[in-house]
């Protein structure tokens, strides 16, 4: 089977997570019970997920030269993921993120300091129109800084590569750059936060989906936790339903959504069906501790991915 070739053009960061048995509250010290250290940041995230679900993908990132850089090394080495449009920034150091997790829920807080990877410069993108030119897919988020994330959109639209944005972290950004997007896949904080339509079910994500298809996006995702996933597209729109399961940590879970996701786009599923597989990674991600190191294998969500499809 012929797969399409993504660029992953986003984050890396290294997580600093927390276990503890509730979260703390503003000027709350918590004790916690266990602390690991691993690769994250959404682009990285979604490429693991979507390279471990079996994606051609090319990863552009960039990092600083330090203890939390060579983490970063050290795991996609390990992983067998090429690391050579991988930049290092000579001022800025590698992005952290500090997580505290609910063992009793899964819940987490989060504060990301993204360091290099907003950093990006004109001369880093030099080789990103070179790149898109033999690639299908872009995946892209709002973990970089958004003149360089303007850029490598416009690069992908003049070479006819289809733009996936998953909109994450919810910033303020022009519609006219959201409108070079062929796919959006926000979560509901991130749909209200970009059309002003509060999404809380399937009527109001249905409203959501018009606000973003009337700026030129055709394909609009908007991932709903638990509710399930709202899939509106040219040919219509229905809700596809949550792998509901017993979470342990929801860290990445979004990230694995997407990498799944936009693996399946890759393989030539359509919108449903990709969403599907993107829902089955993300329900194996959450029953495992961590964020990359917790994406499945492809063999993982072939028994639960084809089973459910008989």
Do not use: W
Not at 2 to 7: A, F, G, S
Not at 96 to 119: F, K, M, R
Not at 199 to 216: D, I, L, N, P
């Amino acid at each position: 089977m012929d797969k399409k070739k993504i660029v992953m053009f986003g984050s890396y960061v290294a997580d600093l997570t927390g276990r503890a048995p509730h979260l703390p509250k503003a000027a709350e010290t918590v004790f916690g019970d266990e602390f690991k250290m691993g690769p994250g940041g959404k682009g990285s995230n979604q490429a693991v997920a979507a390279f471990r679900a079996g994606a051609d993908i090319t990863v552009v990132t960039k990092i600083g030269k330090d203890v939390f850089g060579e983490l970063f090394l050290d795991f996609y080495n390990n992983e067998g993921m090429a690391t050579d449009h991988v930049l290092q920034d000579e001022e800025k150091g590698t992005g952290i993120a500090l997580i505290c997790v609910d063992e009793g829920t899964g819940q987490n807080q989060i504060l990301v300091v993204p360091g290099a990877c907003t950093n990006f410069t004109d001369a880093d993108l030099e080789e990103m129109r070179s790149l898109l030119r033999e690639a299908d897919i872009l995946l892209m988020q709002f973990e970089v800084n958004l003149d360089a994330l303007e850029k490598v959109m416009r690069m992908a639209k003049e070479e006819n590569v289809t733009v996936v944005l998953n909109p994450a972290p919810a910033r303020d950004i022009g519609k006219d750059i959201l409108a070079m997007c062929d796919i959006i896949t926000p979560n509901e904080v991130e749909a209200e936060a970009l059309s002003g339509v509060a999404v809380t079910g399937e009527k109001s994500a249905r409203q959501a989906c018009g606000v973003f298809h009337a700026m030129g996006i055709p394909h609009v995702i908007i991932t709903m936790g638990k509710l399930g996933v709202f899939v509106s597209t040219p040919d219509g729109d229905r809700m596809v339903p949550a792998r509901i399961v017993d979470a342990v940590d929801t860290t990445g879970a979004g990230d694995a959504f997407n990498g799944g996701f936009v693996a399946g786009i890759a393989e030539g599923m359509d919108m449903f069906g990709a969403t599907e597989f993107g829902n089955v990674v993300a329900s194996l991600s959450v029953q495992k501790f961590g964020t990359a190191p917790s994406m499945p294998h492809r063999a993982e969500i072939d028994k639960v991915f084809c089973r459910e499809r008989e």
